[in-house]
């Protein structure tokens, strides 16, 4: 059998999955024939490895699929800010990177924008997730544009409406950043709890990422304990890692740390 026909059978058995069908084609494709490299030919196997390796990048961090509907429901239906910032919070609750930050948003947004030398006008915020919901945190102007990206279609279709019904300017793409990162300028870019991610799939390019993105501040952040909420010596890892690679660039570092979270903003 062909190597281009092997490819086909993991695709279609992979895309048989309910689970996955919303991930962008290019990273299963992506992940499909890395995997069948890995189990030299074998079909069954690299079905089994795409599989596990969609689960550590996006299966983990959405238990169950989103009841989008619904939640887009709650949130135009809102009838102050108090169900807003409830139906929000539940909305973003359904994803584990997102709901881990939940407990800590104003102060932590605060923090960021604080630090910052003006007001951004533009703000990318790459391998998203559910974050874009907390521009209702940020202390944003009324004349922002908020550019967000991820590798989940059903996702970005959600948060295009979500952010339309909270009133903010936005650009939703579906975009593999191991593919490269959106090329569009951006004042500052969100790019949290995702190096850890990339590098599992790539070596090096999750640090690379950080000096390729064209935006003059990024916001780096790292988990500090595991969806388990295992420590594991993450926080030392993390911090040694960024610094190892961080002395070999002119950058202008600021270390902040937020309940589970290590946060590295960083102006190029």
Not at 20 to 42: C, H, I, K, N, P
Not at 117 to 136: I, Q, R, S, T, W
Not at 226 to 255: C, I
Request: glycine share 4%; aromatic share 8%; proline share 5%.
């Amino acid at each position: 059998m062909a190597d281009q026909d092997k490819l086909a059978k993991v695709l279609d058995a992979v895309r048989e999955s309910s689970r996955y069908a919303s991930v962008a084609e290019e990273t299963v494709r992506r992940l499909a024939e890395s995997a069948l490299t890995a189990a030299r030919g074998d079909v069954g196997d690299a079905v089994k490895r795409t599989k596990r390796g969609l689960h550590e990048i996006f299966g983990a961090y959405l238990p169950s699929t989103p009841r989008y509907e619904k939640m887009l429901g709650l949130i135009r239906e809102a009838a102050d800010q108090e169900a807003l910032r409830d139906a929000l919070s539940r909305t973003m609750s359904s994803h584990a990177s997102t709901k881990e930050r939940l407990p800590i948003l104003t102060e932590f947004y605060l923090a960021i924008f604080d630090r910052l030398d003006e007001p951004p006008k533009v703000v990318a915020d790459f391998a998203c997730g559910m974050n874009p919901l907390a521009a209702h945190w940020m202390p944003l102007g009324e004349d922002v544009l908020y550019r967000a990206s991820d590798i989940d279609t059903r996702l970005m279709a959600f948060l295009d409406e979500a952010l339309t019904a909270l009133g903010v300017a936005h650009e939703t793409s579906v975009r593999d950043l191991l593919l490269g990162p959106d090329p569009a300028p951006a004042d500052v870019t969100f790019l949290l709890k995702t190096v850890p991610c990339i590098e599992t799939q790539q070596r090096e390019h999750g640090w690379d990422l950080i000096e390729a993105i064209n935006s003059p501040v990024v916001v780096v952040s790292f988990p500090t304990k595991s969806l388990g909420q295992r420590s594991k010596g993450m926080y030392r890892t993390y911090s040694t890692n960024f610094a190892a690679h961080a002395a070999d660039q002119p950058w202008r570092v600021e270390e902040l740390e937020f309940g589970n979270e290590l946060v590295y903003l960083v102006r190029k």
